[in-house]
């Protein structure tokens, strides 16, 4: 059966610290990516536009349904290997990692592949299902009954992965075929929007008549209304009939800043290639609008209504920092001192001259003998709410140091079981009905 796909990619940089965007994401006919950099420092935003790059030969190239989900696999390994190899050529991008989803389609069959812990729904009649699973931290207290759904809303690790590309062989993706039906829905999303925007609230927009521009539109705006302080990047595709499908690709975030010339051969790098193919730039931010005049002119009234609000606004200020104090010593992080893992009372940043953290306890854990994105982790500092929340997270690096490999050595998973909506390839990890069930994989020790 033919069908088309009518879709629409949005990105924002957020509303937090970040100086740029490290989400990329490409929506084509035929070819869906979305991409979350991380590595800070180490260049996620390269991370993230270099695997779309890669990918983008995809769209438009013929193929059939037997043949997707291997095609896809290949491609996303040899973006990881692509990976590593510039991280190896740059020292300054070792370290870089990228969550990846990954949609391909030829008629009615679509193979997904997925790492990380970027998100993708199917939206079919009135019903919204998760079709990708988490590879977090998270995510396994939750497998294993360690917390809850509403606790893991609000853990303070939910943003630790355990597993993405990094350019290792280890790096694998979960695979799956599913069958497209006309009147479905896709979203595909980074964790800037489901971190900040409850499942059911966007839930409740995808089952809305509404296209898929002014889903991702909404869905966007939600996020930033929710002051977002991560990145946030939505692809929303409908499956529609042949001929009423978008024909042009889109591509948004970090893949999208380096604008080439309409020649994708000629483009010399895989972001380059992404960004090539890009075919709006978007517009500059709305101006903020301009402040009213004052109406009273008297100038002494003018000055006593100054230093009257000159005076509140010191006074809220001072008790925020004296409430921020008393929060931040009922916390706890890990973080390295003298070379281990080392637990630490109170939050990283200091409050002008006043620290806001002591040492509690130097854990015996070199942080050498973890894997170098953990050992990037813990030198930026994890952060936890509790000592118990803290004890635990030293528990699971100590466990990740006695596997004596990276993380995202794939076993395959015993939980996952196989239903009748879903059909894999023979590479493809079992399933459970409408859902793309992998669990997170751990090294064999």
Request: proline fraction near 4%; glycine fraction near 10%; charge should be negative.
């Amino acid at each position: 059966m033919t069908l088309a796909l009518r879709y629409a990619a949005r990105s924002h940089i957020g509303l937090g610290t970040k100086s740029r965007n490290e989400d990329s994401a490409y929506a084509g006919p035929e070819l869906l990516v979305m991409c979350d950099g991380m590595g800070g420092h180490a260049a996620g935003d390269v991370a993230s536009s270099l695997v779309v790059g890669e990918l983008v030969h995809l769209d438009g190239e013929s193929h059939g349904g037997d043949d997707l989900l291997a095609v896809l696999e290949e491609s996303m390994l040899g973006a990881n290997a692509s990976l590593g190899e510039v991280a190896e050529q740059t020292q300054a991008l070792e370290g870089m990692g990228t969550t990846c989803i990954a949609m391909l389609r030829s008629g009615s069959k679509l193979a997904v592949a997925n790492v990380g812990d970027s998100r993708a729904y199917l939206r079919r009649g009135n019903r919204v299902t998760q079709i990708t699973k988490d590879h977090s931290f998270v995510q396994k207290l939750l497998d294993e009954g360690r917390i809850d759904e509403e606790e893991a809303l609000h853990h303070p690790q939910r943003s630790l992965v355990t597993r993405v590309l990094t350019g290792r062989d280890e790096d694998r993706p979960d695979l799956s075929m599913r069958e497209l039906r006309e009147g479905d829905r896709l979203l595909l999303c980074t964790d800037g929007l489901t971190d900040y925007v409850a499942v059911d609230t966007v839930a409740d927009l995808l089952r809305t008549g509404s296209s898929a521009v002014e889903v991702a539109n909404r869905l966007l705006e939600m996020a930033l209304r929710a002051s977002t302080r991560d990145n946030v990047t939505v692809i929303v595709a409908d499956v529609v009939a042949p001929g009423a499908g978008s024909t042009d690709p889109q591509v948004v975030g970090a893949a999208s800043e380096r604008r080439g010339g309409g020649d994708l051969s000629a483009a010399a790098t895989p972001a380059e290639k992404a960004a090539a193919l890009a075919r709006a730039v978007h517009g500059p931010e709305g101006e903020a609008p301009e402040l009213a005049e004052e109406s009273d002119r008297h100038p002494v009234l003018r000055w006593v209504r100054r230093a009257m609000v000159g005076l509140v606004v010191l006074l809220v200020v001072a008790a925020g920092l004296w409430a921020t104090y008393g929060w931040s010593q009922q916390q706890y992080y890990v973080g390295e001192a003298d070379g281990q893992v080392t637990i630490f009372r109170g939050v990283s940043q200091d409050l002008g001259p006043i620290a806001l953290s002591e040492q509690e306890e130097q854990t015996g854990l070199p942080v050498a003998d973890l894997p170098s994105y953990y050992q990037d982790q813990v030198a930026r500092t994890i952060s936890t709410d509790s000592r118990e929340g803290a004890d635990a997270l030293v528990s699971e690096l100590r466990a990740l140091a006695a596997q004596d490999c990276p993380p995202g050595t794939a076993l395959p998973s015993p939980e996952a079981t196989a239903g009748p909506e879903t059909t894999a390839g023979p590479t493809a990890a079992p399933q459970q009905e409408e859902t793309v069930d992998a669990a997170g994989r751990e090294c064999d020790r």
